[in-house]
């Protein structure tokens, strides 16, 4: 059993070694201060060998694009994982349960493309924004939220609900004061997943949200680059000098992986401070 499991934490150690010892390079604050607008003086400085550019823009693209691909998912699933749980008995419900189940498996991909068609139809070909990349991240996001809700929901114990109802509770001030209070902290520790989740996709944001050199602050106009976009842009397609531009793709992994941690962290407190204070 150790066995199996020091093979199975060997990679993974050795990825975030890579990571971490990779990225702390350019893990500065001029990284987050800059982008890859580079005027001509840059240019030639970076061709001397000098440190330029930066992610400033990847980070804020991400935060505006997962945030508001958040805020579209998260309403939406916990909302029909309460109808699955505390109404749904007839084919509706069926009929929603076996969407998400299609939703849950499919590739990234195709989410972005459903989003890129979309933008098509309404806004012309060509179209990309951070709106975009949000429907696309939303799309996959969704279907975790569902399943995550409806699991916790599920295991709020029956006789509590029995118990609103003989006081003359109505059903859903018992969902609203009962069951989602109880349930609170496993439906946060959904949600944290469902992000970590997006946060790091690729594909579909190609597609979207598209590629950037410089800050954008409209997710309704104009392209919006993500860090998992910048990093595989400066990794697969560097310029010169190569070896600036694999520090900023390490860099740019790095502090995904700390959005990540801190997601995680800032969730296990929300779970722990909204946790019914009798289950402890």
Known sequence: MTFAFAIVLFPLLSVAWTVVEAGLERFDPAFFARNMELTLDELAAA?????????????????IVTGLAAVMSIPLGVLTAIYLVEYGRGKLARSITAMVDVM???????????AYALFVIFFGPGTRSGLAGAV????????????ATEEMLRLVPDELREASYALGVPRWKTIVKVVIPTSIGGIVTGVTLAVARVIGETAPLLLTAGIAD???LNPFSGRMTTLPVYTYRSYKFPSLPVEAYIDRA???ALTLVLLVALLFA???????????????
């Open 136 to 147: 696309a991240l939303a799309v996959l996001m969704t279907p975790i939220v569902v399943r």
């Open 104 to 114: 849950t498996g499919i590739p990234s991909i195709v989410a972005g493309l459903f």
């Open 214 to 216: 410089g800050l954008n």
């Open 266 to 280: 800032v969730a296990r407190i929300l779970a722990t401070v909204l946790e019914p204070k009798g289950n402890g």
């Open 250 to 252: 390490f860099a740019a």
């Open 47 to 63: 061709r001397a060998g000098e440190t330029v550019g930066g992610a400033g823009h990847a980070v804020v693209g991400t935060l």
